[in-house]
């Protein structure tokens, strides 16, 4: 999904608005021109995430903010899953269809977007969203596709999106491993620390048991073009891929790469209500083919 007017205006208003936050108007309108001027030099080909990268050193030098700057929210939401896993888990375990329950869980984990949801996220209302996981609805017909591709399967990768929604994969997968126990599950986050994204250190911390790998970059989403060797070889060998979040929707949607995609999110933005014709924080389960 090619940056356009949409994805500008988005950019703009909520980094525009961080940096009020942070700055004088002097620095504010530097900033503001900065970041106009990169929208207008970046590549006709790119998605939205390729320019998050860019972003944080422009923060980084128009007001000191570190790379990291998502570090103590990444920790809280991390926190938020391991004091609630025992009932995410039971809620999984307990219901006639656990790797249904499994993805709603998931799907709603991708909630905790401090960027893309900017100063709409509480973790007092994700408490009271836990309990209506269960009332998620996503195109039975594509789910019932993706439990055949993970039963017929032999690898799974899964390209995750958030830290504290790392956890609620982490249950999904381990129901989808108790299931199909012959598919090889591997892991993907991001290269190193951007947004609220997971990575490693992340998954090391929600106790994640299947094997992780970095997509090679700090770019939200999976830009296939700068993807690590390790990611590439994951790639090859994946019979089926679950994609978390609205990042990897704009990096790989589109693209033409061939492999079979489930993508698993939330929609957040006007450019996936107008596209999916979905009101904002609709649950969504969208196979590559039908997408397109």
């Not at 936050?21 to 006709?44: C, I, N, S």
Request: hydrophobic share 40%.
């Amino acid at each position: 999904m090619r940056f356009n007017a949409d994805c500008a205006l988005c950019l703009l208003r909520r980094h525009i608005e961080t940096a009020r936050g942070v700055g004088t108007d002097e620095q504010v309108t530097a900033f503001t021109k900065d970041l106009m001027r990169l929208f207008a030099d970046g590549p006709e080909d790119m998605a939205a995430p390729w320019f998050t990268p860019e972003i944080t050193r422009l923060f980084t030098a128009h007001f000191g903010l570190a790379d990291d700057r998502y570090a103590q929210e990444k920790q809280d939401s991390n926190r938020y899953f391991l004091e609630r896993q025992d009932t995410i888990r039971a809620m999984i375990e307990e219901s006639g269809d656990p790797l249904y329950a499994g993805l709603q869980c998931a799907i709603l984990g991708n909630y905790i977007d401090f960027s893309a949801l900017q100063g709409e996220v509480s973790f007092r209302q994700l408490d009271e969203m836990l309990p209506l996981a269960k009332t998620i609805d996503v195109d039975r017909a594509v789910f019932e596709a993706l439990r055949r591709d993970l039963a017929e399967g032999r690898e799974l990768l899964y390209l995750t999106d958030n830290a504290g929604e790392i956890g609620f994969d982490r249950l999904f997968l381990e129901t989808i491993h108790r299931h199909f126990p012959a598919l090889a599950i591997t892991v993907c986050v991001r290269g190193g620390p951007t947004q609220n994204d997971a990575t490693a250190e992340d998954a090391a911390v929600v106790g994640m048991p299947f094997p992780v790998i970095g997509n090679g970059t700090r770019i939200p989403g999976t830009v296939l073009s700068m993807a690590s060797e390790e990611l590439k070889e994951a790639l090859s060998r994946a019979t089926v891929i679950i994609a978390k979040g609205q990042a990897n929707v704009e990096t790989l949607l589109d693209t033409g790469h061939g492999y079979n995609i489930y993508y698993a999110f939330l929609v957040k933005c006007v450019r996936f209500i107008q596209r999916f014709g979905k009101e904002k924080l609709t649950p969504m389960l969208v196979h590559e083919k039908e997408a397109r």
